[in-house]
């Protein structure tokens, strides 16, 4: 496939995998590192049809500012497929523990069946709770939906909240609708709240600020599917190079570089 078309592809590929499609994008932004022009184009392409997907922004972002973009690729795709979040955040479960988690995360959904003996309570957001729940069950692990409004009851009874990062700013995090009133019952009832924050999550303001308007920046947010929880109400973090870590950590944690050009709209 010639390499403008691959990226075309990535670029209109919805509903998978985060984490996936930034390795797709990877490949496909390799063809295109020896015309730097069309390179910033497609970057901006990806970025303008992902407006949420971090570990997307954040290859963006390295492969426009670097020197030698095809080995910053190469870096940030190994960084990608060798993330050890997800064995961190499976060892840190409790024995026989009950977790409350929301939505879809890749690391989260490999940890939980990777341990096999940690029941998980699945709180629904937009239909990605029931995704998380098939594959769940199809992997043999104990789980069950929650409604949401079953959050609070769900909490109460859970030993861990794990609220996954879509992208990680300087004070607060984006993830998925619900997740801040899953947060907020849980540090009221003075519940452990576990923050996972997968390898390319974390951005510089100049990119976390753009990206939380372009979903949240409408008259009706509550409608946006998507919330800003505050570090503030962090038990634990877990994020390369392992976990867990004080919420405090969240600010040493490495970003990519702000390259705010690619967040300007291509004319083609």
Wanted: aromatic share 4%; hydrophobic share 45%; with cysteine.
């Amino acid at each position: 496939m010639h390499p403008i078309e691959f990226l075309r592809y990535v670029a209109r590929s919805h509903g998978a995998d985060p984490v996936e499609v930034a390795m797709g994008a990877a490949d496909a932004l390799a063809g295109v590192t020896h015309d730097p022009a069309a390179m910033l184009v497609a970057a901006r392409r990806l970025v303008e049809h992902h407006g949420t997907n971090a570990p997307l922004w954040s290859l963006c972002a390295r492969a426009v500012t670097a020197l030698d973009p095809r080995d910053d690729i190469r870096a940030v795709s190994r960084a990608l497929s060798t993330d050890q979040t997800a064995t961190h955040l499976a060892a840190a479960f409790p024995e026989d523990a009950t977790v409350c988690v929301i939505g879809w995360s890749g690391h989260v959904v490999d940890a939980l069946v990777r341990r096999g003996d940690v029941h998980a309570l699945v709180v629904d957001s937009l239909g990605d709770g029931a995704d998380a729940l098939r594959f769940l069950s199809n992997n043999d692990a104990s789980c069950e939906l929650v409604a949401p409004e079953g959050i609070a009851s769900a909490v109460e009874c859970a030993d861990v909240t794990v609220v996954a990062a879509l992208a990680v700013g300087p004070d607060s995090t984006l993830a998925c609708g619900g997740s801040l009133a899953l947060a907020s019952v849980a540090w009221c009832s003075q519940r452990p709240v576990w923050l996972v924050c997968g390898e390319g999550t974390v951005l510089p303001a100049q990119l976390f600020d753009p990206m939380v308007e372009g979903v949240r920046g409408r008259p009706d947010p509550w409608a946006s599917g998507h919330d800003v929880v505050p570090h503030s109400i962090v038990s634990a973090v877990f994020a390369p190079p392992g976990g867990p870590l004080s919420a405090a950590s969240l600010t040493g944690l490495p970003a990519c570089p702000p390259a705010t050009e690619i967040l300007r709209r291509s004319v083609v």
